[in-house]
């Protein structure tokens, strides 16, 4: 079982850049698939990013590609999301996801998928 909580978020304007940071504790970390989901008001959570369990692969919703970027470090059972160049759009409570189940049918993209959730960060982005 693994705990998780982020840090990182606060209030920017449009353009600036931010990093979350997802500290993990308990055992094995590195047998954690790491996701960042995102929520609004009244939406469901929106998949953001994963990266499997050596920091290799990864995979990003078509809306962040190429400003924000996953990554993690497991001898410190940490996992960042360095978004830069942010937008209004960007505006959202971002959690970070966990999940050990080792399934080829998994969709990473689903939120329902992942067992081991934080608490949220809000970030705010304004014009």
């Known amino acids: 079982q693994v705990q998780l909580g982020e840090s990182g978020g606060g209030s920017v304007q449009t353009g600036d850049s931010l990093r979350l940071s997802c500290a993990a504790s308990?055992?094995?970390?590195?047998?954690?698939?790491m996701a960042w989901f995102r929520q609004t008001p009244g939406a469901e959570r929106e998949f953001v990013a994963v990266?499997?369990?050596?920091?290799?692969?990864?995979y990003y919703a078509d809306s962040v590609k190429g400003r924000f970027t996953i990554s993690r470090d497991n001898a410190r059972n940490m996992v960042y999301l360095q978004m830069n160049n942010l937008k209004p759009e960007d505006t959202a409570t971002y959690y970070c996801?966990?999940?050990?189940?080792?399934?080829?049918?998994?969709?990473?993209?689903?939120?329902?998928?992942?067992?081991?959730w934080g608490q949220g960060t809000q970030v705010t982005v304004s014009t």
């Open positions: 996801a966990g999940l050990d189940r080792r399934d080829p049918m998994i969709d990473y993209g689903d939120a329902k998928e992942y067992r081991y």
């Open positions: 990266l499997d369990r050596i920091g290799v692969s990864t």
């Open positions: 308990g055992r094995a970390f590195s047998r954690y698939m």
